[in-house]
């Protein structure tokens, strides 16, 4: 039987997520992985859930294991209230949606918002989910300029200009994969846009709680509430294996994001929320954070010190003040993508850039490396054969620009690893 | 800000899932509904899950908790296929998807396969939850007939002789809404059609083991395997709260699934396949199906005494021999959407069936009604009342026919109650 004449046309608009590539990766033997996106398997407060599984359980009971609201559980989004309240974000249980990780909130998006050929305005590069999320509905990305400090207002406001934009993407804080931050300047100029345009924002913030130094920053959604869907996840400060994502809109905007996640879910895991919510009404969050910071801090100390040994000459790289990522661009030239497999041969994984790019052609000598995979040890080691790597092709002369395929299905992309 | 106008026009053919509706409607006091489709919950196994946790962390530890593969949870993909042997599929794990509940099966295959205005075949009445997961996707329903023995195959040939049609949805074991399972000849009949057309079938199984009566049939999937996508859960022999759904899809249509499953959600929660894993592993479902049955059985009983008793003359309606439901057909003129709302003013819920018809018309006079929800002194009291409204409601002249709402966004569609 021919299956693929059977496949619907958006097909051809989907590239493979290139999570699992990067999971089976990191699984390989003595494999060094710069390349995940992954929290560290002991950040994850393991011994808790089965603690957490006795409170639900005395709690809920059956309610626990049963059908439930689309809308998420009761007790999981009165805890959510509170946890951003602490952020700024001044909202009700009523208004927060929860879903399965946030991809599941960009996905519900995309649905309601994206019609083929509507114009998405977002960072480049930027968060390789939200592009395979939204692919599938037909946006025309348009790419917003970059430097140190994250979006460049003023490109914002030249594709504001320019067209109707029906929304726009941003990860804020230490974004993946750059690991740079929008200073609260740039978040203003950003929300008075929003409002003068009429614009939507979504704000992706899975990172926020992961601050190693610096005083937080006021998310976007607090300037602008009604032109942002604030969109979190606790798999980052709890546990990605319980896939709870939540997200804070705007009505009418929640309610059609509930009726179309009835259609792709019904509802997000009733036992992983009752679960999640156990974790912050009892207080867990705030002591296990300790523990990541504690745990994450050094290794992103311990790259940053090793790039700036191992590195060689004209290669750049940013300082996160947060998150899991440090980007690294080289000379022109450099052809990231052999240096990506040169490293695997030698048991270094890192992600080539140039995949978090939304358009084609771009990024080629950029690297998205993680630092919460590796213990710090591990870090020094996995940089110095990177350096040698880069060493040994930051000569090349300038290939050729491919085209990237984030956005097309082809066996490339398929071998692309990336992550959150 | 105007939110409306930033829809896709494909949201103008969502309707709300009315999962939501009946959960509250089952949970006002004093209500006894006869309207949901959800276990019942003294027959989830809510102490197992603290022993079934423990041997989780034990056996996985912080892997329970992590980013997993799209594809499912090795461990439970492995218990799937034996699972699944049991029941003549002969399947690998490596050709099993495990999803967020069926649903995300429906969904995922809406999203690969149909494109706006493809024909998707399916029984009149079907599965409320299948027209809203194909519904954003824009097909055209062709209404298959039925009766007693479910789908008429020569319903089926008219419809793939008078046209093409992209893919086939049936729910052969105790259908929702009707109870009704279509025997092994026509289970044999709709194979050859499938195979001389070249069609492909959804064959969605959520009730398969919960058979009160008879000998299990064989899934048309083991009549065509290169032609049928089996779609099954463990929401109705576990617990619905775990969201752990699967299907068995031929190559290459399983990796489309996993491309678009990566999307939406990246994986299923990875502690709920663990858990999902361990229940089947550890042998408990067998045990479980025994009471989950034993508990069922007399009420379906009650119900089915109770409506020889209670109803008026001119009603007719299914004996199922499995599953959660039986089907109500009432004369000509019953307006069972008014008989709904006198019913419910008198602590009584249905669901009216109108709601269960992919087109706009039809089954003004007929209801389901749910046997699993409440205990065989409450369904007899509640019988005992519909038998009074029905009574009351049975001579009225027939009302113009209204167009029903589940492919469009309406009032009366969002308070439309009805559930797998």
Request: aromatic share 8%; glycine share 12%.
């Amino acid at each position: 039987m021919n299956y693929q004449a059977l496949l619907a046309p958006r097909t051809a608009a989907m590239g493979s997520n290139a999570i699992r590539e990067i999971l089976k990766v990191v699984a390989r033997p003595g494999m060094i992985s710069l390349a995940g996106g992954v929290p560290a398997p002991e950040s994850l407060p393991v011994a808790l859930f089965a603690e957490l599984t006795h409170a639900v359980v005395a709690r809920h009971g059956a309610g626990a294991f049963q059908y439930d609201l689309t809308e998420g559980f009761g007790p999981l989004r009165e805890a959510l209230a509170g946890y951003l309240g602490g952020k700024g974000i001044r909202t009700t249980a009523a208004a927060i949606l929860t879903a399965s990780g946030s991809q599941g909130v960009l996905d519900a998006l995309g649905k309601a918002l994206i019609a083929p050929g509507d114009a998405v305005a977002l960072e480049a590069p930027t968060y390789l989910g939200a592009l395979q999320a939204f692919a599938p509905y037909g946006p025309r990305y348009v790419e917003l300029a970059t430097d140190e400090d994250g979006l460049r207002p003023e490109s914002l406001a030249v594709a504001l200009d320019r067209e109707k934009i029906k929304l726009i993407y941003l990860v804020p804080n230490f974004q993946n994969p750059t690991g740079r931050t929008i200073p609260l300047a740039r978040r203003r100029a950003i929300a008075g846009m929003l409002q003068a345009s009429g614009t939507l924002l979504v704000e992706d913030d899975p990172y926020g709680d992961l601050r190693y130094e610096g005083a937080p920053l006021p998310p976007i959604q607090t300037l602008a509430p009604e032109h942002v869907v604030y969109v979190g996840t606790l798999s980052k400060v709890c546990a990605p294996g319980l896939r709870v994502g939540f997200c804070v809109a705007p009505e009418p905007l929640r309610s059609w994001l509930v009726r179309i996640k009835q259609g792709v879910d019904l509802h997000t895991g009733t036992f992983s929320q009752a679960l999640a919510a156990e974790y912050l009404a009892g207080g867990h969050l705030p002591r296990q954070l300790q523990r990541i910071l504690a745990l994450y801090r050094p290794r992103r100390d311990a790259l940053l010190e090793a790039l700036g040994r191992h590195l060689p000459a004209g290669f750049h790289w940013s300082t996160p003040l947060g998150g899991m990522f440090v980007w690294v661009e080289g000379p022109p030239g450099l052809d990231a993508e052999k240096a990506y497999r040169r490293a695997v041969e030698r048991g270094t994984a890192f992600v080539p850039g140039k995949y978090f790019f939304p358009l084609p052609g771009r990024g080629a000598a950029t690297l998205r490396l993680n630092f919460t995979g590796a213990d710090p040890a591990g870090i020094r080691r996995a940089v110095g054969i990177l350096g040698e790597v880069l060493e040994g092709e930051g000569n090349v002369r300038p290939a050729p620009a491919q085209p990237t395929t984030v956005r097309r299905a082809s066996a490339e992309s398929a071998r692309c690893p990336g992550a959150r």
